[in-house]
């Protein structure tokens, strides 16, 4: 005799690691490499362009600080996802399992109570995040945000 209800939880708890793996580390590990990637091609690729062609030192100084800002932005980014899409997988899961292992332990549990409360806004936050990276970091999106500004102003005054 197999007990359905335990078939059917197995099932669940397996679903929400598949989920976990699918919707957080499996996208988090292909962004990171092939940022990663990226950013070494990049500089690579500008590095020979500096050897052959003949840039002033400042030029040369100016690409290759917007490179490693540039890389620097998309691994942020990619830290920002993880960070952003991983809780509310994470609450999930605990809640599936009914984490009730350190009941006596008061850090424990006001863990499990900011993430599970905190856990839907990260969905949000995650593209609030990625705005504010992309506006400090680029330079065209800061652009467009000022003149939509401008407009804006505009239109009020």
Avoid: W
């Amino acid at each position: 005799y197999v007990d359905k209800s335990f078939c059917m939880n197995n099932q669940i708890k397996i679903f929400m690691f598949i989920l976990f793996f699918n919707a957080s580390i499996v996208p988090f590990i292909l962004m990171i490499i092939t940022s990663i990637v990226t950013c070494i091609k990049l500089i690579k690729s500008r590095r020979k362009t500096r050897e052959s062609s003949s840039q002033s030192t400042s030029t040369s100084n100016q690409t290759s600080s917007r490179d490693y800002r540039f890389c620097m932005t998309i691994i942020l980014l990619n830290i920002v996802f993880i960070v952003t899409s991983s809780p509310s997988t994470i609450n999930s899961i605990m809640n599936i399992y009914q984490v009730n292992v350190v009941k006596d332990h008061p850090y424990f549990n006001l863990f499990i109570y900011v993430l599970s409360s905190l856990s839907t806004d990260f969905y949000n936050l995650h593209f609030a995040i990625t705005f504010y990276v992309q506006l400090m970091f680029n330079k065209n999106i800061r652009k467009s945000c000022f003149n939509v500004l401008r407009g804006v102003i505009k239109i009020f005054k």
